[in-house]
């Protein structure tokens, strides 16, 4: 992925022990398309040299205001006129309070006060000791500098370099990666909550087996992720996988189909959004055993009866506030032929306005995919790409639809 390409980025240090994850962050942007201009503060300096920080960024790093190298000798105006955003990880108490009272005695906190506001947004990884984040003043700082515009990214909770345990560890580079290339999508789905179903469901035979499906819940999981960097409450109701929860997504862990139903009801009452996603067992045991089933030494095999699971799209698709349009509904539908027929008729049997066709086999586990739209005017075919590429496109999408039918 590139999701920052053609961003320029200054990122920032200032001084903390949490230097040394600036130093993995600054690759992390690189990586992900974006040019890197880094600039530091002689405290920064104290925990990792502009050296590491210039072979990292592949260009040479600023740390003064009488920096001779620029023709005009403004580094603060000339640096910040360039930047698509600067970001200051790990932004220090210290530097918190400098840049709320508008102090300019160094390069980094000069070129935040000199950066043109509307055009240059100031974003911040606060880093600190517990008791430094807690204290009256950093929470006074923190809430009056994101009245003045500044976007203040989460402090992580964990084991601090001095020992202590609490709130005020810089977030991990990755975390930071992905809160920023967020920051930048349009928020198309401001306002929404949007439910998503996630995964396979198992079905109990007994306490250790069950039935289960080949479902990885990546193509559910980007979704949720999409559907977050769009601006939603996110819920995820995932079924058994070890996906790691996208960032600010609420999940709730289900089993079985009987689970994800009652989860999804649940949720779906002040959702606006359900995007069923996944892979519903059609069956479960008539009845699971309490006990583990043996062997009898016959060779017999245990008879097993099915029920039918309950169809929690069609379900939640025939509430009240769904057929008011309260709720968008959406659905998938994994086919392994004639996918426009079978996703149509799926559309109309599970009555939800949007359905997405995909080839069952061809996605189950993978990291791409190739997508089916259709609606009532017709359908869309989404050419395979990633599957965060498919889900940003889908929420986009629903956004449309969205906006054409809520006032
Ligand atoms: N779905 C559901 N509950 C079920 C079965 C399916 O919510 N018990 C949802 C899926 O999450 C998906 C859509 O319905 O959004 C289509 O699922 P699919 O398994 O393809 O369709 P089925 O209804 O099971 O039809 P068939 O197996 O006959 O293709």
Not at 160 to 183: I, K, W
Request: aromatic letters at 4%; a neutral charge; hydrophobic letters at 45%.
């Amino acid at each position: 992925m590139n999701d920052l390409a053609g961003k320029h980025i200054v990122l920032g240090l200032t001084g903390g022990i949490a230097c040394y994850k600036a130093a993995e962050l600054c690759r992390a942007l690189i990586k992900e398309g974006a040019t890197v201009q880094v600039v530091m503060t002689e405290a920064a300096a104290k925990f990792i040299t502009p050296v590491t920080m210039q072979a990292l960024s592949n260009r040479s790093v600023y740390d003064s205001q009488w920096d001779a190298r620029e023709g005009n000798n403004m580094a603060h105006i000339n640096l910040s006129r360039e930047a698509d955003a600067i970001l200051i990880a790990p932004c220090s108490a210290d530097f918190m309070a400098k840049l709320l009272h508008g102090r300019a005695d160094d390069l980094l906190s000069l070129m935040c006060l000199a950066r043109p506001i509307d055009k240059v947004p100031l974003l911040i990884a606060p880093a600190m000791n517990r008791e430094m984040w807690a204290h009256p003043a950093t929470q006074r700082n923190l809430a009056q500098l994101k009245a003045d515009g500044t976007t203040v990214f989460d402090v992580g909770t964990g084991d601090q370099a001095c020992g202590e345990t609490g709130d005020g560890r810089m977030l991990e580079p990755e975390e930071l990666l992905q809160d920023l290339v967020s920051f930048f999508l349009p928020k198309v789905l401001a306002g929404q909550h949007v439910l998503v179903s996630a995964g396979p469901t198992y079905e109990a035979i007994d306490p250790v087996r069950g039935i289960t499906n080949l479902s990885s819940g990546k193509m559910g999981f980007a979704i949720a992720r999409a559907a977050h960097e769009a601006g939603a409450r996110v819920t995820l109701v995932a079924g058994p996988v070890s996906l790691p929860t996208p960032r600010g997504v609420e999940r709730v862990n289900v089993r079985s189909a009987q689970n994800m139903l009652e989860a999804s009801v649940k949720y779906a009452q002040d959702a606006t959004v359900f995007i069923a996603t996944a892979a519903v067992a059609d069956w479960r045991p008539a009845q699971a055993s309490d006990q583990k089933i043996k062997k009898d030494g016959s060779g017999a095999t245990p008879q097993l009866d099915f029920v039918e699971n309950p169809d929690i799209l069609a379900t939640v698709a025939k509430t009240p506030r769904a057929a008011a349009g309260a709720l968008y509904c959406v659905g998938f539908a994994a086919e392994s032929h004639d996918l426009l027929v079978h996703a149509t008729a799926k559309r109309a049997r599970k009555g939800v306005p949007l359905l997405v066709g995909n080839i069952g086999p061809a996605t189950f586990g993978q990291d791409d995919n190739a997508l089916l739209l259709v609606d009532a005017h017709g359908a869309q075919e989404v050419p395979r790409n990633s599957k965060l590429v498919l889900a940003r496109h889908l929420v986009t999408e629903i956004a449309r639809r969205l906006r054409a039918t809520q006032p």
